[in-house]
Each structure stands twice: as C-alpha cells, then as structure tokens.
C-alpha cells in the first residue's frame, strides 16, 4: 500500500503540488474538511449522549437494572452498519429536513448526526468500561465522608476515570473518521468546501469507495487514492495508538492501587 | 448552599439520557424485527402458494444473495479463524513477553483492530487483485481476458479475512490471558511442557472467551459492506457462484437497493426483506457471543 | 475541642439541619450508639439476628467474631452505607445521639460526615496527600488558608505531619500502607466526626505500622466514640474497653474488654477467645 501511494506522495514532497492540477488539491482539501465536518458533528451528537448514560449506568442505577441496561444498549452494536445507513436515509435525513428546512435532503449535518448515533454504542460500552474500572471503593470512601453521589462521582470517579473517557473519545472519533456507509449513504457526497453545516459533503473513506472504480491502475489518481487510504491509515492508527497508550498507562497506575 | 440539588439534577439527568438511550435501542431493534415482519411474512406466504411469479422471484433472488453471504463469510472464517488463534496463542504464550519484537507486533495488531474497514477494501484491491491475482493471470499466461485479476469471491473473503484477523487476535489473546496465571504456573509445577499447558489449560480454559470473541467478529464481518465494494460484490450476476466471479450479498443489496428504491418502488419489498434477515442474522450473532459471555462471568464468580 | 470552628463543619453545622428537630439539644451524649434489636438480611439469608447494644461514648468498642459474624454489616448500619447494597432489608432501630439513623428525615450525608467510617481495604484517592484530607472539608465549603490550617492540624493529630510535611503535594498512592491507612483515618478525621467506625483498621499491616495506628486510635478516644473490628484477639484486647462478641450474627456477649477475654459468661465466647473452633 505504501508503494502504490509513494508516486503520489513524492509528486506532494518534491514538487510542493506544483506538477499536480489545482483542482486535484483543491479537491483533497474540501475532503479533508468534510470529513473534519463529520466528525465533530458526530462527536457533538456522541459524547453528551454516550457519557451521561454511561455515568448514570455504571454509577447510579441499581445493579438489578444495570444487567439489563448494559447489554440492550450494547445491542446495538449488533446492528450492521449499512442497516443504520438505510435507516438514516430513508428515515432520519426525511426526519430532519423537515423539522430545519434544510435545502439539501441528504447533506453533512445528517451524515454527521447518523455517525455520530452510530458510535454512541461503542463510544458508551468504553467509557462505562473505564468508569467501572474505578475502584468502587473510592465512591464509597466518598460517600462515608458525607459526598453525595454526584459529589464522589465529580471529585473522585471522573478525574479517576477522566484518562479512560479521554481515550474512549478518541476511539470513537477514529471509527467516525473511517465511517463510510453511513456517510456515503447519506451525506449528498458532492466535494463543497463550504462552510454550511447543511451542504453536502464528502469524506476521505468515502471519496476511497466512490472512486476507485474507473481509476486505472498506475494513473496519478489511483496513486492519490491510495495516498488518501494511506494518510487515513495513519491517521486512525496514530489513535488507537493513543488510546492504547493512555488505557496501558491507567493499567499501571491501577496496578500500583492493587499493590 | 444546598448540596442535594446538583446531586439530583445530576441523577435525573444522567437517568433521563440513559433511558431514553434503552428506549430508542429497544425500539429500533424491536422496530426493525417486527415492523418489517408483515412485509416478510407476506412474501413467504406467497412463495408458498406459488401464486406470483414476482413474489418467487423475490424468493430466489434472497437465496441467492444469501447464498453467496454465507460463502464469503464461511470462506472468511476459515481463512481468518485458525490464523487468528494461532496468532493469539503466539502471543500470549510464546512470544518472547517484554521484547521489542513482541511489543511492536502487539501494537500493530492493536492497531489495525481498529482501521476502518475502508483501508482494507483498499488494502485487498491492492494486494489480493492488483498484485496477486494479476499475478496468478500472468503465470497462467493467458493475459487476454483476466481470470484473477479481477474482483471476486475469493479475494473478497480474503479481504474480509484480513480485516478481522487483528480483532480475532486481540479478543483471543484476552480470552487467554484470562486464565488465571496460578492455573498455569500449577501446571508448570507438575512438570508440563509449554505445548501440553496450551492444549490442556490454555485452551480448554479460554474456549469460552475464544468462541464469543470469534462470534462477534464474524458477525461483525457477515454485515460488512465496504470492503466487498472493492472487491467483488455486485449488484446482479447471471453467473453461478464461483471463486473467481463476482457475486451478489445481501449487506451490500441492502445498500444498492436503498440508494435507489425511492425511482423503484417494486424493489421496496425486497429491501425490506434484506433489512429484516440482515438484522435478524446479525442479532443472533449478538446474541450467541452474549450467551457465551454470560457463561464466563458466571465461571468467574464461581471461581471467586 | 482541638479544631476552629469557622468552616461550620461537623457537629456546629448539626444545629440548622432537619435531623435535629430530633436530636434536641436536650440529649446528653451526641456521640453514644444505641442499638436495638437490629436485624439485617441479605436477600434471604439473615446476618444479623436481633441484636441490641449500648456503645458508650468516648471509648473504644470492639467487635470480635469470625468472618461472616455480621461486625461489618453491623457497621454500616450505623451509618447507612448499607443502602448502598442492593436487596438488603433491615429491621430494629440504631441511634446515634439519640436520632434514629433510618428516620426518613435524616439527612444521610450529614449522618456519614457525624459518623465516619475507614474502611478495611481504605485506598486513598489518586489524588495528592493534601486533596484526600481536604475531600470533605472541601465538600462543605472550606477553603483557603483555613482549610490549610485544619488539613494541618488533622496530619498532626494523626502523627503523618512529619512523614508527609514535604510530599503533601504528591500523589497519597505513593505511600507506603501503613502511611496509607493513616491518611485515610485522617481523611475521616477531618469532617470532626463524633463516632468513628473502624473495619479492621490494622489487617495485613506490619507490626510497626499496626503498633502507630492503635497509638493512633488509643488517642482519638479523647474525642470521639470509636466501634472498631478486628480479626486478631489481641488487639481487642490490647485496644479496647469493651469487646463485643458476635456469632453467626447474634450478640453472645458484650462487657469490658477484661472480663471477656478473663472470664467470659458465655462459653462460646469462652471457646472463642482462648481458640477453641468447632
């Protein structure tokens, strides 16, 4: 994969874009933004929602409704993606044109609310994950020294916990950043590089699954393709990777508690 | 100052969201089971009594896309499953632990769990296709039509192959590493080789975790789309399924008919008849792993 | 008292809330616990079985009885960290001060700040030295150069002022057990309750650390009423003044820590204590 993006990659480095055409990067950086869109779209309609259930279940609820809480919410995650993505098309994009007015049915606001429903699942199965990973003695602890709940939960759980959310955040931005049935399906697709929310847009994985087709092997643009698939490689490894290092270094730090 | 009203507001609001969070989960997935139910059932209904040929059609036309789900998947699994939990096992008991090698490997693995799965629609266009499978053509000699260098079922199910496998490996060597270290350190003490602590405490120990982790993933590859855009999946075929031949699949016909119903309306029925085994199939994936689950956290409080 | 009074903590603060429309300034001992045919079960299995006790104030009380007798569910009735478990049900009646502890009017954080509690496994939050100690104060409004002041006085009581004097910033998970279960008596200690519950204060310590925290404990019964649990006979009876024995849930006998362990009326407590098991 680096060898077939390295054409692409040198023509970038070595001629500071001079030998390609204008619109060719013009066009990488409207894809740029419109998955930049996307993304904080979704994380604006993910996190508020993800973070208070996950608060109120793995800290509130009686454990006799957090069995069944848990695994229901996480049953979404058994639903495949391109279902979503027909939902959101057939349902959600009529759903919210006409409740704004928007000019476009399918546009980057609905792409980026339907990604940002479809990582709630997981972005809240990780974040209770790391919430229930505090000790519950600490609550506890808090508690028998007067801390109502919400007390403990601000004071001691959350900056407890805070390090865990943190990296949860970022796996749910990378899946949101590689998401691409959902927003091909329905974000409208068409390169603007504008700043309405409402106007459709497109995305770097999206803009991969469209165009490839009819992209002879060899040509300019299928090396730019694969540089894209390359950047975007990097760019959700460089995340998990994060995430990883921030939940292995929480590990430890638990590691030194149990000691 | 009264203390107890941000502690309410904070359980009313956290409450509030949870629940109507369970509500909408539940009613979407109850919503997909059963409202598409009538459209199904009618559909069965006449195939049965073989009265409309289009009804029949309709039939034919999703054991077909069936048909050629469950081969890719299948194929898939054999590809990915065995590779995956040797990996895994590698990992965990042979790989030298702390080592650079090691360290690095586990990283990347980790890493590539999580790439979207677009990159290896890409990753299986340029490898298996481009490379490969213009290679196989070219030692064949016969360069005038591609045989395969084209896409198709097998590099498909290759494709999916390598995108589970890191999601393989990482559940499996968490299924592993679960086994508690005395267990293993006994049978150390009793004189096993490495080889006979695998087979008979390892493993025989983990299966459970192993067989949800591998449910799950395969069920998270059995709705895949993406990668079967590049690779092989189509939208009709008048051949028979083949390894070299495109093929038709029921997650990508929800996509191809859902973006265009609304200018074909005859095909609505159809669509929803995807959705619902789609979701049904998936589910049950869901639900297999979830038993399986339950089951290792009932062993692990009767451990305790 | 030792501590100033300005941050309208603990029992100064007692004055304007709901529970003591019950209390009365009338009742002579704020910090002696009556309990009164208390039974506990959990689920359908009874772990506490009618059991009634006076604890009297400004001494040391301890409960002895081998695991599973009840000693730490018992505690926690008294200040209700109890409701935090899920199907538990509770009969009898517990006072502290006078206030039945269950009443629907008693405000239960105010109860856990006049009752405080360490706990068997007490791990210190991941927070500095300082910010474990300042937890309650902060909670009800302390701040500023005041809060310093008490945080201070509370290490001092606690003897860790000269251990920690220099790390009061660094993180209290890099202390050492010992220092670790004395920071969290001072973290107790801080709010100024009147009774302390201790739940095995001195498991798995070592001999040093265990001797520092009964000096400890030996101290604070100046100030507060102090119902402790313990596993090992000889601190009961190197530490209490009265000792409690209780047996698959039942009270058999509660006197002065001397005359349990010399002369015991009941024979279970008999076999008990001089290590006789069935």
Not at chain 1, 92 to 100: C, D, K, N, S, V
Not at chain 2, 260 to 283: G, K
Not at chain 3, 212 to 225: A, N, S, V
Request: net charge positive.
């Amino acid at each position: 994969m680096a060898l077939e993006a390295m054409p692409a990659l040198f023509v970038r480095l070595g001629g500071l874009g001079t030998s390609t055409p204008i619109s060719s990067r013009w066009n990488l950086i409207s894809l740029g933004w419109g998955s930049v869109k996307v993304v904080m779209i979704a994380l604006t309609v993910a996190i508020p929602i993800a973070i208070p259930a996950a608060l109120y279940v793995s800290q509130v609820a009686p454990v006799r409704w957090r069995v069944w809480l848990k695994p229901t919410l996480e049953l979404m995650q058994g639903v495949p993606t391109v279902v979503l993505a027909f939902l959101a098309l057939w349902v959600l994009a009529p759903a919210l044109q006409r409740a704004f007015g928007a000019p476009f049915l399918l546009n980057g606001m609905v792409a980026g609310v339907a990604v940002g429903l479809a990582i709630v699942p997981v972005m809240f199965s990780l974040v209770e994950d790391a919430l229930s990973a505090v000790p519950r003695e600490w609550f506890r602890s808090a508690l028998a020294l007067g801390a109502t709940p919400w007390e403990a939960v601000r004071r001691v759980v959350w900056p407890a916990a805070a390090s865990g959310i943190g990296a949860a955040v970022l796996l749910g931005m990378s899946q949101a950043l590689g998401e691409t049935m959902i927003v091909m399906m329905v974000s409208g697709n068409a390169t603007l590089p504008g700043w309405s929310l409402w106007d459709p847009v497109r995305t770097v994985p999206v803009e991969l699954a469209l165009e490839w087709v009819g992209t002879a092997r060899g040509s300019q643009r299928y090396s730019e393709l694969f540089l894209m698939g390359f950047v975007l490689l990097g760019l959700s490894m460089a995340l998990q990777g994060l995430a990883r290092m921030i939940r292995i270094r929480n590990a430890r730090q638990r590691g030194e508690v149990a000691s | 100052m009264n203390r107890g009203f941000p502690d309410w507001i904070f359980r009313r609001l956290t409450g509030v969201v949870a629940w109507a969070l369970f509500a909408s989960v539940l009613s979407l997935v109850l919503g997909l089971l059963l409202v598409v139910v009538p459209v199904f059932l009618s559909g069965w209904d006449g195939q049965e009594g073989g009265s409309s040929p289009a009804l029949d059609h309709r039939g034919s036309r999703l054991s077909l896309l069936l048909l050629g789900t469950a081969t890719r998947t299948l194929l898939m699994s054999l590809a990915a499953i065995p590779a995956g939990i040797l990996t895994a096992v590698y990992l965990a008991e042979y790989a030298p632990s702390g080592a650079r090698a090691t360290r690095i490997l586990r990283w990347l693995v980790h890493g590539l769990a999580g790439v979207p799965s677009v990159i290896f629609g890409l990753l299986g266009l340029g490898f298996w296709i481009s490379v490969v499978g213009v290679g196989l053509d070219r030692m064949a000699g016969d360069s005038a039509a591609p045989v395969w260098g084209r896409p198709g079922l097998l590099w498909a199910s290759l494709t999916l192959a390598m995108m589970t496998l890191p999601v393989l490996v990482v559940s499996t060597e968490q299924a592993l590493r679960s086994v508690p270290q005395e267990l293993r350190l006994a049978a150390m003490a009793l004189g096993a080789t490495r080889l006979q602590v695998v087979m008979r405490i390892l493993l025989p120990n983990a299966w459970v975790g192993i067989a949800s982790g591998v449910v799950l993933t395969v069920g998270r590859a059995f709705g895949e789309v993406v990668p079967l855009l590049f690779t092989g999946a189509v939208a009709e075929t008048q051949r028979s399924l083949a390894l070299d031949e495109p093929f038709v699949d029921l997650a990508h016909q929800v996509f191809v008919l859902g973006t265009r119903s609304p200018e074909h309306p005859s095909s609505r029925p159809l669509l929803l008849t995807c959705v619902w085994v789609l979701v049904f199939l998936s589910l049950l994936f869901h639900a297999a792993a979830a038993v399986l689950r339950s089951r290792i956290l009932r062993a692990e409080q009767d451990r305790l | 008292m030792l501590l100033p009074r300005s941050c309208d903590l603990g029992s100064s603060g007692r004055s304007k809330t709901a529970s003591d429309a019950v209390t009365s300034e009338s009742s002579p001992n704020p910090a002696r616990i009556e309990i009164q045919d208390l039974s506990f079960w959990y689920g359908s299995t009874q772990v506490l079985r009618s059991v009634s006790m006076v604890v009297p104030e400004r001494q040391i009380t301890a409960l002895i009885g081998p695991s599973g007798c009840g000693k730490s569910t018992l505690l926690g009735c008294l200040n209700r960290m109890n409701d935090l478990i899920p199907g538990v049900r509770q009969s009898g009646v517990c006072r502290v001060g006078g206030v039945d502890v269950q009443d629907p009017g008693v405000d239960v954080t105010e109860l856990r700040r006049r009752v405080g509690m360490v706990f068997q496994k007490a791990i210190p939050f991941p927070q500095s030295v300082f910010d474990n100690v300042a937890f309650g104060l902060r909670i009800g409004g302390c701040s500023g150069s005041e809060l310093e002041d008490r945080v201070a006085s509370v290490l001092q009581r606690t003897g860790l002022w000269d251990e920690v004097r220099d790390g009061l910033n660094g993180n209290a998970l890099g202390l050492s057990e010992g220092q670790r279960q004395r920071l969290c008596i001072a973290r107790a200690l801080a709010v100024d309750p009147v009774v302390l519950l201790l739940d095995e204060p001195a498991c798995a310590l070592d001999p040093i650390s265990v001797g520092r925290i009964e000096e400890l404990i030996r101290d604070l019964r100046r100030d507060h009423t102090i119902l402790l649990t313990t596993h090992p006979l000889q601190q009961a009876a190197r530490l209490s003044d009265q000792t409690a024995f209780l047996q698959a849930g039942e009270l058999v006998e509660m006197d002065s820590t001397e005359r349990v362990f010399s002369q015991p009326r009941d024979p279970r407590t008999e076999d008990y204590v001089t290590g006789r098991f069935r």
